[in-house]
């Protein structure tokens, strides 16, 4: 699979008729190896390892309604209480972070409310931080460390 701007982390990875599948260690189970879930486990691999994130708190396609439609955002990650705090956009190398994929989204946190938004495709990762007290958003430089956003008070 191509190489993208994270470190480089070991998977299992099989082949069944043709197709190849790679472990999803969250989920406990073969998926089907896109481009697109190769830069979700990549990116997931490096919130545990590297940010810290625990591995328990992150929900992979997480279903939800949505004006009555059903959603399913590519992961959420949870504060030690259960509330969703983070949203996470994958995209595939070949597609451009742009104002749509930030509008899609903005439309998951419509229902979600988390504070922090990440959007991807492997190459590129950008997070914002909303304010919604004064109905803002802030870019941040850097993807923060579990401990930031479960305890933003350090």
């Known amino acids: 699979m191509e190489s993208l701007n994270l470190p480089t982390y070991s998977f299992n990875i099989k082949f069944q008729e043709q197709r190849k599948y790679i472990f999803d260690t969250l989920r406990k ?16 691999k490096y919130l545990i390892e590297e940010k810290k ?66 959007v991807t495709n492997g190459l590129n990762h950008y997070c914002c931080k909303i304010d919604f007290e004064n109905q803002s958003y802030t870019f941040l430089k850097d993807i923060p460390e579990y401990q930031e956003i479960n305890n933003p008070a350090l």
Do not use: H
């Open 53 to 118: 994130y625990p591995a328990s708190l992150i929900s992979v396609e997480m279903e939800f309604k949505l004006n009555k439609l059903s959603k399913r955002s590519d992961a959420v990650v949870f504060d030690r209480k259960g509330k969703p705090v983070m949203i996470i956009e994958c995209k595939a190398t070949s597609v451009k972070v742009d104002q749509l994929v930030f509008e899609q989204i903005a439309r998951y946190n419509m229902q979600l409310m988390v504070n922090y938004l990440i």
């Open 29 to 44: 189970k073969y998926v089907l190896l896109t481009p697109e879930e190769w830069v979700r486990q990549n990116f997931l």
